[in-house]
């Protein structure tokens, strides 16, 4: 649609629909959830039911936040609630690529989306140091893990794969790129942590003026 | 700061400090506020205090969110809040631009921020035809004005100026962009509309990992 630029009409809008409707729909599912204010085994076994399906699908995150850096593991921030309540991050592992082992102070849901890694627990011991928990988990598309002060909140994740890009897509109990928590080093004492975000323009989710809308 | 890849390290934060936490604030208190369940009038006085504060400065609306376009004004989402019930809009209006007449069917504050704007009540005679009701106002930076249903909800707005641009931040009561409204052509019916967005990314306001550092 042109129009002249005299005609006081609102713009037309873009041609082509985003996808993103899934990761709408989950905002404010998410959101509608925390309302009930639940405690946090409730968040944990229902928002994990949410996450899961959001994850079941692969195909609504934009390739802007799919993106992974040669050298270091993305952290893009999807949306974050009006007070901060909850936060969802895409994180971009490349090849072979690990965060630190490391806290997060309030709970967090991991959806696999796209690849599959590798999550190890931690416990500290006498000493304060890192060891490991167990087995490491291997996630696979569709899988949904948690942590949190109160069932275990350290752990290493890793791409399992050195040869192509896995995601998974993250929501915590807070904006967690301002959290100060920590990573542990193997060797020393722990350091403190505030992860921020790789991206400084987030994916616009609310466009509903397309729904229903076929583009040509 | 540059790590060999093997290191598990975070990414390093990016160099330069975005100027947008007085967005943040607003959004967390509006968030607050909101959380009280306050009737409409208190959210009209009490909001309208906060956007004051908001637009008494003009210096941290990222230039991409503060873009005309050479035809059509601009409605650049900032944030949408997880269970929509406020969002937040950047209108820029390049020379000589200005809406159709039009409603809301929701409560909505607009704050001027930059240049200035005319504000036309509209009222709908007894043949459904929209008449101006009383004079224009004309909005300078640092003002702010209220539409709703039970205050009055036609209104006209159209940049004050015909060389050069102004940009006024609004906020309503629902995810302005999908909502079920009119516009009011002077000679016929009214019409369906629905506004949606100009964007396709929102700026992230989130970051919170920056906050008390200054970049070399
Ligand atoms: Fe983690
Ligand atoms: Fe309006
Ligand atoms: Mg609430």
């Given at each position: 649609m042109t129009v002249p630029a005299a005609l006081p009409l609102p713009a037309p809008v873009p041609a082509e629909t985003p996808a993103i409707a899934p990761l709408r729909d989950f905002v404010v599912a998410f959101g509608t959830l925390l309302d009930q204010s639940p405690d946090e085994a409730r968040i944990r076994e229902e928002g994990s039911a949410l996450l899961a399906r959001l994850v079941a699908r692969d195909d609504w995150l934009p390739e802007a936040f799919a993106a992974p850096h040669p050298t270091y593991y993305q952290q893009y921030l999807l949306h974050a609630d009006s007070t901060e309540r909850f936060s969802i991050v895409s994180f971009v592992w490349g090849p072979g690529q690990k965060t630190p082992i490391h806290d997060h102070t309030v709970w967090g849901l991991i959806g696999m989306l796209r690849g599959a890694e590798y999550n190890q627990p931690f416990a500290l011991d006498a000493a304060g140091r890192p060891v490991p928990s167990g087995d490491p988990d291997r996630l696979e598309p569709g899988a949904v893990a948690a942590v949190s002060p109160t069932i275990g909140d350290l752990h290493r994740v890793s791409n399992a794969f050195d040869d192509r890009v896995s995601i998974s897509i993250h929501v915590y109990g807070a904006n967690i790129g301002g959290v100060h928590r920590h990573t542990y080093p193997e060797d020393g004492p722990r350091k403190p942590f505030v992860?921020?975000?790789?991206?400084?323009t987030l994916p616009?989710?609310?466009?509903?003026?397309?729904?229903g809308r076929r583009s040509a």
């Amino acid at each position: 649609m042109t129009v002249p630029a005299a005609l006081p009409l609102p713009a037309p809008v873009p041609a082509e629909t985003p996808a993103i409707a899934p990761l709408r729909d989950f905002v404010v599912a998410f959101g509608t959830l925390l309302d009930q204010s639940p405690d946090e085994a409730r968040i944990r076994e229902e928002g994990s039911a949410l996450l899961a399906r959001l994850v079941a699908r692969d195909d609504w995150l934009p390739e802007a936040f799919a993106a992974p850096h040669p050298t270091y593991y993305q952290q893009y921030l999807l949306h974050a609630d009006s007070t901060e309540r909850f936060s969802i991050v895409s994180f971009v592992w490349g090849p072979g690529q690990k965060t630190p082992i490391h806290d997060h102070t309030v709970w967090g849901l991991i959806g696999m989306l796209r690849g599959a890694e590798y999550n190890q627990p931690f416990a500290l011991d006498a000493a304060g140091r890192p060891v490991p928990s167990g087995d490491p988990d291997r996630l696979e598309p569709g899988a949904v893990a948690a942590v949190s002060p109160t069932i275990g909140d350290l752990h290493r994740v890793s791409n399992a794969f050195d040869d192509r890009v896995s995601i998974s897509i993250h929501v915590y109990g807070a904006n967690i790129g301002g959290v100060h928590r920590h990573t542990y080093p193997e060797d020393g004492p722990r350091k403190p942590f505030v992860s921020g975000y790789s991206n400084t323009t987030l994916p616009n989710l609310w466009d509903r003026s397309k729904e229903g809308r076929r583009s040509a």
